[in-house]
């Protein structure tokens, strides 16, 4: 396989295991977001990716071998805690990692002004860092992650504290450097932008990998969901939905027009049962296909903790639940 694969890697600080058996993969030209609540071990196994710490069990291959110290100064690598001299210039700055990198001082200057121009820091070549935003702070840091012309970056929460004009550049970045063939490893909270940027996701808890693959295999992935519209009240119909088995029925109205019913299974073709119930109560309008949300996903499936949630449908409750 080509990029960069994690199989069976664990790590314990002390008596805790806080990497389980992890498999995880980054092919070269991907993105993939890595999700998980507080102390999930997002970082943690970044720090093994990079060599910062060493796995107990478990192997990093990159290009199929075993990941050499070599191949890691190929990875770009932007920590949680960043890594910047607040009282250097921006050029300078990039420069110092670009020597440290081992270019010569022609090459690293050269380096730091293509960086410079192509990630839009021109005119602050000689501002210092604690002078910027921190969007343009976040630049310089991506800048810094990408003096070693990379195959592979690592990036801890690279969006955290953004405002949102520095997110959509920031993500904007991200989708350049994957497109010129770099693969693309991020941490984020803001599930909505790992929605909208990745290629894939890897879904973490208490050190454990809970899913991993496509966005939409996940969200297809043993359920499948219908809105149906109705042109009256829909109580009776939502109530007697709500009696079946294995399902799911909330109002996506306030005046219970409209409801969303879940059911076990991802059946793409339309439950002949539930247009049975519609069909007697009359006044079906609609009925479509819904997808569900990244974070109701996570928040409802995987992620035991840590995840801002959005706020929960109203159910529909049965007769027999109404009385206890
Ligand atoms: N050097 C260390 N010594 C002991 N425990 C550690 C060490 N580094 C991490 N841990 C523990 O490992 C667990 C995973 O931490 P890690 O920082 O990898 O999580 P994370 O998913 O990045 O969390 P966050 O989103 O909060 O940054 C946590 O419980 C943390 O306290």
């Known amino acids: 396989m080509n990029g960069l694969q994690l199989s069976g890697v664990s790590r314990s600080f002390g008596d805790r295991t806080v990497l389980h058996s992890m498999d995880l993969s980054v092919q070269r030209g991907e993105i993939v977001g890595f999700i998980g609540g507080n102390g999930a071990g ?26 050499s110290a070599q191949d890691r100064r190929n990875i770009g690598y932007m920590p949680e805690e960043r890594g910047l001299y607040p009282q250097m210039p921006v050029r ?35 501002t210092l860092i604690q002078d910027l935003s921190l969007g343009n702070q976040q630049r310089v840091q991506l800048a810094v992650s990408l003096v070693g012309d990379p195959a592979l970056l690592v990036l801890d929460e690279p969006f955290s504290g ?9 993500g904007e970045l991200i989708r350049e450097q994957a497109a010129r063939g770099v693969g693309v490893l991020f941490s984020s909270h803001q599930l909505d932008l790992v929605e909208r ?22 969200k297809t992935e043993g359920k499948s969901r219908w809105q149906l519209n ?17 399902i799911d029925v ?8 409209s409801v969303m019913v879940c059911l076990e299974g991802d059946d793409r073709d339309i439950p002949t049962q539930l247009l049975a119930i519609a069909q007697r109560h009359g006044g079906l309008r609609s009925i479509e296909s819904v997808q569900r949300s990244l974070d109701e996903l996570l928040t409802k499936q ?12 109203e159910p529909v409750t049965t007769a027999s639940e109404a009385s206890k």
């Open 230 to 246: 109705f042109s009256h009240n829909a109580d009776a119909f939502a109530a007697e939905t709500a009696m079946l088995r294995d």
């Open 92 to 126: 300078e700055q990039i420069i110092h990692f670009a020597l440290l990198e081992g270019h010569k001082l022609p090459v690293a200057r050269t380096v730091a002004d293509d960086l410079i121009s192509s990630l839009g820091l021109q005119g602050r070549e000689r």
């Open 197 to 218: 940027l990745c290629d894939r996701v890897c879904i973490l808890d208490q050190g454990r990998v809970k899913a991993s693959g496509s966005i939409t295999e996940l």
């Open 250 to 257: 909330t109002w996506s109205s306030a005046d219970r027009t």
């Open 302 to 313: 995987y992620i035991s903790a840590g995840l801002a949630t959005t706020a929960a449908a």
């Open 42 to 67: 997002k970082t943690t196994s970044m720090r093994l990716i990079l060599g910062l710490l060493s796995a107990d069990q478990g192997q990093i291959m990159w290009d199929g071998k075993p990941i």
């Open 162 to 170: 953004l405002d949102p004009s520095a997110v959509a550049t920031m």
